[in-house]
């Protein structure tokens, strides 16, 4: 049915009119902002502050409208908002039969041009795609990539674009290695990697926990039923000139060479167990001053544990076990339990109870942050080892902050030292770019291309990666700011405007930090946003955080993680974490983009010819 006239013109002309205006005049409003942009991404930021405009509105209803007269629904103007707003009052206009106005219409990237400018600004970047997808793939190089040229040669090899150096692990002498046996596997295989520095930021994570004592502990092998089907093979070694076993072996006990001069093959050694009883050791085989025993039992071996040597039923030689490594045990929490955080370093401590079972002291760990000291408020939130433990601030005194366990797996859940700790609600006042980050920069500032800098939370934050890279000297580097936080989600407009100062620019969604931050629950909605609003920002983005995680470690991806990867095709690189299975990771996670480049550019489907559309000639 034709719509009337009066339809048109008197709903969404005047509709659309609206939101055109309201985005000519945000521009207007951010003049001085925009003149402080780098000229060749000023059209960029102008379409943000268009596209942000637009998103301020609900046009849900107008949408509808649009989509009954075959219209363009402005649901895909990221790369060009204000063209596609004029673009649908054209078609208004022509199908009402009436003129439209051409005065005052600010210039605006018209459709064209917004996806070439994204690209563009990818290339600057990120450097060239691969000739089959558009997305680059990241990795992150592991220890052994300063030593290990062959494993860099094989992931250039495999597909990787973008070699990650994780500024958080290892140093200075290692990073400058893994540059050069990437340099040397360019040449090798005539292709070429960006190399991109992750600056660490504040580290905000649990500190040491203290040693439980020094133990050892070795287990022998049981069937379904709890037989034994092979014992623990032990190795026992004189203290003072230890040696190392020829095999594999459960467990090793230094001991005292005397005891152990006396042994002879058959004989028994008995060692008192921390539960109050004894284990015994058959001596089965010498091997230079050290003996390999055999042990039925499951055995907790404290260092000074007291050993007897028999020989049948004779008592030979008394001993002990010298010097054990330390055991470190993770703090258990359960819903209702209390955490100390802790200012001071000092190594955490286990809960203790008295001999009823009644707690004397709750369990407490060390923060590394101090600004959270200053910060931190009663009731706000608090998320520890990336979400899997949740509480609540009940107090904090300034050195303590004392917190209520609210979120735990049913059986408890074990908290280690060196786990991430989030407190979304909490502003804490300290820079996200530290000292050793300043270090870091200098003494890579000459061989990488693109800084990441983590722990962005506001515009500010911008403005001093900026000036420290104009210190350094590196102003010819790009940067790439990590969205890991509550505020810096909330505050992404001002952070991508700011970028625009200093191109090029990229952003990267931490999905792992971001998700404890604003809740499991909204990390979808989140990261679509992102992806908006980036888009329009012609600014490109890094999907990270546990891609493909499975295979990297195990080699075998789950269903999940396949579907996960491919809506990395969406952004213009992904990132994957380090793994014994790295390349063969690269190398699967480049046929899956492969395949969805034929079917999808960022949120626009690719009506390429489907292979299940043939079907058989009809039967006549």
């Not at 979304?424 to 530290?434: F, I, W």
């Amino acid at each position: 049915m034709r719509l009337p006239k009066r339809h048109i013109t008197e709903k969404l002309i005047p509709a659309l009119e609206r939101l055109r205006d309201a985005a000519v005049s945000m521009e207007h409003d951010y003049r001085a902002k925009l003149d402080c942009i780098d000229h060749l991404y000023q059209a960029s930021a102008s379409n943000l502050l268009h596209y942000l405009a637009l998103r301020q509105s609900d046009i849900r209803d107008l949408q509808q409208d649009l989509a009954l007269l075959g219209l363009s629904r402005l649901g895909r103007a990221e790369a060009h908002a204000l063209s596609s707003i004029d673009a649908v009052l054209d078609a208004l206009h022509a199908l009402a039969g009436l003129p439209r106005s051409r005065r005052d219409l600010a210039p605006a990237i018209d459709i064209r041009s917004g996806g070439v400018c994204l690209n563009d600004h990818a290339i600057a970047l990120l450097g060239m795609p691969s000739e089959k997808h558009a997305t680059r793939i990241m990795v992150t190089m592991p220890s052994e990539a300063a030593v290990d040229e062959r494993l860099v040669h094989d992931l250039l090899a495999a597909g990787m674009n973008i070699m990650r150096i994780n500024c958080a692990h290892d140093g200075p002498d290692a990073w400058l290695a893994m540059i050069r046996h990437l340099r040397d596997a360019e040449r090798a295989l005539g292709r070429s990697c960006k190399v991109y520095a992750d600056l660490a930021g504040p580290k905000l994570r649990t500190g040491e926990i203290g040693a439980a004592g020094r133990l050892a502990e070795f287990k022998v092998k049981r069937d379904v039923r709890g037989w034994v089907t092979a014992p623990a093979k032990i190795w026992l070694t004189p203290e003072r000139h230890r040696e190392e076993p020829a095999l594999e072996v459960d467990g090793v006990l230094p001991m005292d060479e005397i005891l152990l001069r006396a042994v002879r093959a058959g004989d028994v050694i008995e060692i008192d167990d921390t539960r109050g009883s004894t284990r015994t050791l058959i001596a089965m085989e010498k091997s230079g001053s050290s003996w390999l025993a055999h042990c039925q039992q499951h055995a907790f071996i404290a260092e000074g544990a007291g050993c007897k040597l028999y020989r049948k039923e004779n008592l030979l030689v008394q001993g002990k076990v010298s010097r054990l490594p330390e055991v470190f045990q993770p703090i258990l929490l359960k819903v209702g339990d209390e955490l100390v955080l802790t200012r001071d370093q000092k190594p955490g401590a286990l809960a203790q109870y008295d001999d009823h079972g009644k707690l004397l002291r709750p369990a407490c760990i060390p923060c590394t942050l101090s600004a959270v000291f200053d910060a931190a408020r009663p009731s706000q939130p608090v998320w520890l080892d990336d979400g899997k433990i949740g509480g609540t601030v009940l107090a904090n005194d300034g050195m303590t902050i004392t917190v209520q366990i609210t979120h735990a797996a049913p059986h408890g859940s074990k908290l280690r030292a060196e786990k991430g700790i989030n407190l979304p609600e909490t502003d804490l006042n300290t820079p996200a770019l530290t000292e050793a980050d300043a270090l870091n920069l200098r003494a890579l500032a000459s061989h990488v291309d693109v800084v990441g800098l983590s722990f962005v939370r506001t515009h500010e934050d911008v403005l001093a990666l900026h000036r420290q890279l104009q210190e350094v000297g590196a102003s010819h580097l790009g940067t790439v700011l990590k969205i890991e936080t509550r505020q810096a989600f909330e505050n992404l407009p001002m952070i991508l405007l700011t970028s625009h100062c200093r191109p090029p620019v990229g952003i990267m969604v931490a999905r792992g930090d971001l998700a404890v931050e604003i809740g499991f629950e909204r990390l979808a909605e989140v990261q679509e946003e992102i992806l908006w609003l980036c888009e329009a920002a012609h600014i490109p983005v890094i999907w990270a955080t546990q891609v493909l995680e499975s295979m990297a470690k195990n080699g075998i991806p789950s269903r999940a993680e396949v579907s996960d990867a491919a809506l990395a095709i969406r952004a213009e690189c992904v990132m994957l974490n380090k793994g014994p299975y790295i390349v063969e990771t690269v190398e699967f996670l480049s046929g899956v983009l492969e395949r969805m480049s034929g079917h999808q550019v960022k949120r626009r489907p690719m009506l390429r010819r489907l292979s299940v559309s043939h079907i058989p000639e009809p039967v006549q």
